[in-house]
């Protein structure tokens, strides 16, 4: 059956944005994949002991134990509430249930607490099952300046770190421009995006040159009245906030070190996306590939208009550009603020919905990272369905497995399966590993166990076939 990127509730007219003048409205190429599959795609994930066959015993056990103590909801809920309770405010309590998230949860799927244990896992990862690392320093948010200016420093060291790590052991570093950008800035900032789409002529002095950041899907409920001008403190913060994102773009470009950028929820994207395409714009000009990558959700209705636009005004510019295509994290708190604010959900209205947009755009992406364009892509996805489809689709489209332009990628810990069944098939395969301190994971680990939660969440697969094989192993089959 043809696959055609854009479904027919989303074959609509795309909106261009012009940083003056209304928008104009263009009808959208629609790409048709009719071939068939070639039969040289191996994607196996039955064969537990193929694809476990790297993997120690030692870690197996844990691994197991781990997924398996994340699956049942009530450990789960007592353990969320734990750590977010009176409790850990004493001494004895903090330290005894830090040391036990340490040596299992933390463990299981974190990389370490400073930077160089962060490459050193990386390495043996990489030398134990042939997958890259991308390393994140594991801070989320900062609310003032001084904040920002001690994780910028942590985010140079993490490529410090990739520098000592041979290319082949590394896929990329991560950063958050929340960490980096005072919370209160990135809203306002996205506030004054938001009221200047809505009104062409509305005159944004600090705005530097950045492609499309939103399309005529994208929700703008969040700004109703026309915000203030930022004031002479908020326009220096955000003047030190580009400071900070050059200053590790700058050392990513020098040593050939891709940066992705990630993405967050829909009040504070607007400016995540205009900081991301600005470096884009000044860092990846006169690279044959990108070197600054932004983050597209799929589960937001508007994912596919806001990556067509920006991919449409980087050719225009001959600018490459990178994509990080990700179906996204924040489902249950965009609800709520779209409701408590009298509007839907900007996300979609059914999984399958945000399926079908997830496989469309990585369709639409591998066509055009296939005939030569400037454009790569990761495709981070737990989904096996994806990831077998996105194995046929590059089999169809005769991609050089090895040219880096299209990788695969899975949080560390999560989805091995489809991680060592892809990489066996020859594909470039990545592990998002975050670091830091423990206390400053737990945020990061909670969600890990709320994805994980219940007997049919997203590492089933991996529950399953990890069983499997320690029973294997034990019994001596």
């Not at 041979?166 to 900032?189: N, Q, Y």
């Not at 995540?272 to 799929?298: F, L």
């Not at 949080?411 to 470039?428: E, I, V």
Request: charged letters at 25%.
């Amino acid at each position: 059956m043809a696959n055609r990127f854009l479904r027919p509730n989303l074959v609509r007219r795309f909106s261009t944005v012009s940083p003056v003048g209304p928008p104009t409205t263009v009808i959208p190429e629609i790409i048709s994949f009719d071939h068939q599959p070639k039969p040289d795609v191996d994607l196996d994930l039955s064969d537990q002991s193929r694809l476990f066959a790297s993997v120690p015993i030692s870690n197996l056990i844990r691994s197991t134990a781990v997924l398996h103590a994340t699956a049942i909801g009530p450990m789960v809920d007592i353990g969320s509430w734990l750590m977010s309770s009176k409790l850990m405010e004493t001494t004895f309590t903090r330290d005894l249930v830090l040391g036990i998230v340490k040596g299992t949860f933390y463990e299981h799927f974190c990389a370490g607490e400073d930077a160089t244990a962060a490459a050193r896992r990386v390495s043996s990862v990489y030398e134990s099952t042939g997958l890259k690392g991308m390393l994140v320093y594991g801070v989320e948010h900062a609310e003032d300046g001084a904040a920002c200016d001690e994780n910028i420093q942590k985010f140079i060291e993490t490529v410090e770190a990739a520098k000592t790590l041979p290319t082949s052991h590394l896929s990329s570093v991560v950063v958050k421009i929340t960490a980096i950008c005072p919370m209160d800035v990135l809203k306002r900032v996205s506030d004054l995006l938001r009221w200047q789409y809505k009104n062409p002529n509305f005159k944004l002095p600090w705005k530097l040159n950045s492609f499309p950041v939103f399309s005529s899907l994208s929700p703008l409920y969040h700004t109703t009245t026309e915000p203030e001008p930022l004031t002479v403190e908020e326009e220096r913060e955000l003047e030190k906030a580009h400071e900070r994102l050059k200053s590790v773009c700058q050392r990513c470009q020098e040593s050939n070190v891709p940066l992705l950028i990630d993405a967050e929820d829909t009040i504070l994207q607007p400016a995540i996306d205009y900081m991301a395409y600005w470096s884009a714009i000044m860092y990846n000009s006169d690279k044959d590939r990108p070197i600054v990558y932004n983050t597209i959700q799929a589960y937001l209705k508007d994912a596919g208009e806001r990556m067509h636009l920006a991919l449409r005004e980087s050719e225009k510019m001959k600018v490459p550009i990178g994509f990080k295509l990700v179906r996204g994290a924040y489902m249950s708190s965009e609800a709520k603020l779209a409701d408590s604010l009298g509007h839907k959900s900007p996300v979609h209205d059914t999984i399958q919905d945000t399926h079908d947009c997830y496989n469309e755009c990585m369709s639409f992406l591998m066509e055009k990272a296939s005939n030569g364009s400037g454009i790569a892509v990761i495709l981070a996805t737990h989904n096996t369905d994806s990831g077998k489809l996105g194995a046929r689709k590059a089999s169809e489209l005769g991609i050089d497995k090895e040219n880096g332009k299209i990788e695969f990628a899975q949080l560390y810990g999560m989805s091995d399966a489809l991680s060592f069944g892809l990489k066996r098939a020859g594909f470039n395969v990545s592990k998002y590993m975050p670091y830091g301190p423990v206390d400053t994971a737990v945020p990061y680990l909670i969600r890990r166990a709320y994805e994980n939660r219940g007997m049919m969440s997203t590492g089933a697969l991996d529950r399953q076939l990890m069983r499997k094989e320690l029973k294997r192993r034990l019994m001596g089959w």
